[in-house]
């Protein structure tokens, strides 16, 4: 089978190299056939629609005929539930399947809907929503707790990068302090970033 794989990272300091190579590797194991790679940098929240990317990987989908696209996880489609959900529905339309590594299934099987990917799809697509409000929120709230302690003020003069550029900018970092309990070492390693980098993001986030 002929497939297609679509990764995307949130910052352009990120790079798509571990998702595009985990799911070729899927494809061999499969006996798939990858016809062409699609990677973003961009934002979650912003519509699918709005994407360059999403827009060239639909229309090669179609101008191919292919019906198969693969992704690491429901969250590197969006961030939103009805985007999300409006993309699925988007492919399944035109008999396009999503194999989403996360699940180790793909989204139609002969044609068919596969109801257990369909429930666990709407429920990650519910808590990838919930995981970014919330870091949204938590944001906030370290900014407002800062401007009490009179530790900020917003961009200061000179500065190039906001407390949230920052963390938007070391996105996998961000990632790795939220969803694990790795130390600051070890998520340096796995991220390619320098020790003080880290801790620069863990002391932003818990200001």
Do not use: C
Not at 5 to 17: A, E
Not at 71 to 93: M, Q
Not at 146 to 172: E, H, P, W
């Amino acid at each position: 089978m002929e497939a297609i794989i679509w990764s995307r990272v949130s910052s352009q300091s990120q790079d798509n190299i571990r998702q595009v190579s985990n799911l070729k590797q899927v494809a061999t194991d499969k006996g798939w056939t990858v016809k062409r790679v699609f990677e973003e940098k961009v934002s979650g929240t912003v519509k699918s629609t709005d994407r360059k990317v999403f827009n060239k990987l639909l229309e090669y989908l179609i101008q191919n005929d292919i019906k198969l696209v693969l992704i690491s996880e429901i969250s590197r489609i969006g961030r939103k539930v009805v985007d999300i959900l409006t993309v699925v529905d988007t492919f399944h339309k035109r008999g396009i399947a999503i194999y989403v590594q996360q699940f180790n299934m793909a989204s139609m099987e002969n044609g068919k809907e596969n109801p257990m990917v369909m429930l666990l799809l709407q429920m990650m697509s519910i808590g990838a929503e919930m995981e970014n409000n919330l870091r949204k929120a938590r944001q906030h709230e370290g900014i407002q707790l800062a401007k009490m302690k009179g530790v900020y003020n917003g961009r200061v003069k000179g500065s190039r990068t906001s407390v949230k550029v920052l963390i938007d900018k070391y996105q996998n970092v961000n990632d790795l302090l939220d969803k694990s309990e790795l130390s600051v070492r070890r998520i340096a390693g796995i991220t390619g970033h320098s020790i003080n980098t880290v801790r620069k993001v863990k002391q932003l986030k818990e200001i």
